[in-house]
């Protein structure tokens, strides 16, 4: 038996910024929110609901990265249109360019969102063995 990714856990300064860029890249729904005042997380995830093939994602509220802390790295594919369409959609609701060194050669973007964390566009998804 094997264990599948239930959910993501991303730290953020506005929980609710990232839930409208990640439910709008995603088609995702924000599912709940946990905590009162200045210390809440959303979870977002697919409107099927929980348990599903797709794991949700919870943006909890920090006020500032945590030090010594490894970031988070999502990869996205288009599912109904070209990566250079999808790419200009993610442009439009709110990513941007992320230089991290890459050569300018591969087959993915490297993107921001609205605070910084990097995940990257894929061209196509790796295909089940």
């Given at each position: 038996m094997a264990c599948r990714i239930g959910e993501i856990v991303l730290g953020c300064r506005d929980p609710e910024v990232l839930a409208r860029f990640w439910?709008?890249?995603l088609d995702f729904v924000?599912?709940?929110?946990?905590?009162?005042?200045?210390?809440?997380?959303?979870?977002?995830g697919p409107?099927?609901?929980?348990?599903?093939?797709?794991p949700t994602i919870i943006l909890s509220k920090r006020d500032e990265p945590e030090p010594g802390k490894s970031r988070l790295h999502i990869d996205v594919n288009a599912t109904d249109r070209d990566q250079d369409a999808e790419l200009d959609r993610l442009l439009e609701i709110?990513?941007?360019p992320a230089d991290i060194g890459?050569?300018?050669?591969?087959?993915?973007?490297v993107l921001a969102d609205p605070e910084g964390n990097e995940f990257c566009l894929l061209r196509a998804r790796i295909p089940q063995l």
């Open positions: 439910c709008e890249v924000v599912l709940g929110k946990e905590g009162e005042g200045d210390d809440y997380a959303l979870e977002i409107r099927e609901g929980f348990g599903g093939p797709q709110g990513a941007r890459q050569t300018g050669d591969e087959n993915w973007h």
